[in-house]
Protein backbone atom coordinates (compact mmCIF):
# COMPACT_ATOMS: atom_id res chain seq x y z
CA UNK A 1 0.00 0.00 0.00
CA UNK A 2 1.39 3.42 -0.77
CA UNK A 3 0.48 6.73 0.61
CA UNK A 4 0.64 9.62 -1.36
CA UNK A 5 1.28 13.68 -0.02
CA UNK A 6 0.99 16.46 -2.68
CA UNK A 7 2.24 20.21 -1.96
CA UNK A 8 3.37 23.10 -4.05
CA UNK A 9 -0.23 24.20 -4.92
CA UNK A 10 -0.86 28.18 -4.92
CA UNK A 11 -2.32 31.32 -6.18
CA UNK A 12 -0.68 32.60 -9.68
CA UNK A 13 -2.12 34.95 -12.55
CA UNK A 14 -3.14 33.94 -16.14
CA UNK A 15 0.35 32.91 -17.76
CA UNK A 16 2.28 32.02 -14.38
CA UNK A 17 3.91 29.05 -13.57
CA UNK A 18 3.52 26.40 -10.98
CA UNK A 19 5.57 23.06 -9.82
CA UNK A 20 2.98 20.62 -8.05
CA UNK A 21 5.24 17.90 -5.89
CA UNK A 22 3.92 14.35 -4.70
CA UNK A 23 5.73 12.18 -2.07
CA UNK A 24 4.70 8.53 -1.99
CA UNK A 25 5.94 6.08 1.04
CA UNK A 26 4.92 2.45 1.76
CA UNK A 27 5.40 0.40 -1.57
CA UNK A 28 7.87 -0.26 -4.37
CA UNK A 29 7.50 3.42 -6.30
CA UNK A 30 8.91 2.06 -9.76
CA UNK A 31 6.42 -0.28 -9.97
CA UNK A 32 3.31 2.55 -9.84
CA UNK A 33 2.28 4.44 -12.42
CA UNK A 34 1.71 7.78 -11.34
CA UNK A 35 -0.62 10.45 -12.47
CA UNK A 36 -1.57 13.84 -11.94
CA UNK A 37 -5.56 14.25 -11.47
CA UNK A 38 -7.61 17.78 -11.25
CA UNK A 39 -10.97 18.74 -9.94
CA UNK A 40 -12.47 21.53 -11.09
CA UNK A 41 -15.49 22.86 -8.83
CA UNK A 42 -18.99 21.32 -10.14
CA UNK A 43 -17.16 19.05 -12.71
CA UNK A 44 -15.60 15.48 -12.60
CA UNK A 45 -12.26 14.62 -11.46
CA UNK A 46 -9.91 14.56 -14.85
CA UNK A 47 -6.61 12.57 -15.72
CA UNK A 48 -4.06 15.30 -16.90
CA UNK A 49 -0.84 13.76 -16.73
CA UNK A 50 0.70 9.75 -16.44
CA UNK A 51 4.36 8.83 -15.50
CA UNK A 52 4.30 5.01 -17.30
CA UNK A 53 5.84 2.53 -14.02
CA UNK A 54 9.17 1.34 -14.37
CA UNK A 55 9.90 3.20 -17.82
CA UNK A 56 9.04 6.57 -16.84
CA UNK A 57 7.06 6.98 -20.37
CA UNK A 58 4.81 9.90 -20.46
CA UNK A 59 1.56 10.79 -21.34
CA UNK A 60 -0.99 14.01 -21.32
CA UNK A 61 -4.49 15.00 -21.58
CA UNK A 62 -5.19 17.37 -24.69
CA UNK A 63 -6.08 20.32 -22.43
CA UNK A 64 -2.52 20.28 -20.67
CA UNK A 65 0.01 19.44 -23.87
CA UNK A 66 2.76 21.50 -24.74
CA UNK A 67 2.18 23.85 -21.09
CA UNK A 68 2.64 20.66 -18.69
CA UNK A 69 5.11 18.42 -17.87
CA UNK A 70 5.09 15.25 -14.95
CA UNK A 71 8.32 13.78 -14.20
CA UNK A 72 9.77 11.47 -12.02
CA UNK A 73 12.46 11.01 -9.14
CA UNK A 74 12.20 7.21 -8.50
CA UNK A 75 15.21 7.17 -6.04
CA UNK A 76 13.42 10.09 -4.00
CA UNK A 77 9.87 8.45 -4.40
CA UNK A 78 8.49 11.54 -5.68
CA UNK A 79 6.72 12.86 -9.13
CA UNK A 80 6.25 16.11 -10.28
CA UNK A 81 4.04 18.39 -11.96
CA UNK A 82 5.65 21.48 -14.19
CA UNK A 83 2.91 23.50 -14.97
CA UNK A 84 3.30 26.88 -16.99
CA UNK A 85 1.31 29.29 -19.35
CA UNK A 86 -1.78 28.97 -16.76
CA UNK A 87 -5.11 29.48 -17.54
CA UNK A 88 -7.88 30.54 -15.22
CA UNK A 89 -9.79 27.33 -16.42
CA UNK A 90 -6.79 25.20 -14.87
CA UNK A 91 -8.07 26.07 -11.68
CA UNK A 92 -9.24 23.18 -9.43
CA UNK A 93 -7.83 20.41 -6.68
CA UNK A 94 -4.81 18.99 -8.44
CA UNK A 95 -4.45 15.43 -7.00
CA UNK A 96 -1.59 12.98 -7.36
CA UNK A 97 -2.56 9.27 -7.89
CA UNK A 98 -0.71 5.91 -8.15
CA UNK A 99 -1.26 1.96 -10.01
CA UNK A 100 0.62 -0.91 -9.79
CA UNK A 101 -1.79 -2.52 -12.18
CA UNK A 102 -3.01 0.06 -14.33
CA UNK A 103 -2.96 -1.31 -18.33
CA UNK A 104 -2.15 1.36 -20.85
CA UNK A 105 -5.61 1.41 -22.34
CA UNK A 106 -6.79 2.94 -18.93
CA UNK A 107 -4.34 5.53 -17.81
CA UNK A 108 -6.98 7.98 -18.64
CA UNK A 109 -9.34 6.65 -16.48
CA UNK A 110 -9.35 8.41 -12.91
CA UNK A 111 -11.31 5.03 -11.65
CA UNK A 112 -8.26 2.82 -12.42
CA UNK A 113 -6.37 4.48 -10.07
CA UNK A 114 -5.98 2.55 -6.03
CA UNK A 115 -4.64 5.21 -4.24
CA UNK A 116 -4.93 8.95 -4.15
CA UNK A 117 -3.44 11.87 -2.19
CA UNK A 118 -5.75 14.75 -0.35
CA UNK A 119 -5.32 17.28 -3.09
CA UNK A 120 -3.45 20.61 -3.47
CA UNK A 121 -5.38 23.91 -4.30
CA UNK A 122 -4.31 25.69 -7.67
CA UNK A 123 -6.01 28.83 -8.16
CA UNK A 124 -5.11 30.50 -11.67
CA UNK A 125 -6.49 34.53 -11.81
CA UNK A 126 -7.87 36.35 -14.59
Known amino acids: QVQLVESGGGSVPTGGSLRLSCSAS????????MAWFRQATGKEREVIAV????????YYADSVKGRFTISRDNDKNAIYLEMSSLKPEDTAVYYCGASRQIILSSIFSSNAYGYWGQGTQVTVSS
Open 26 to 33: GGNFRSYT
Open 51 to 58: SWRNTGNS
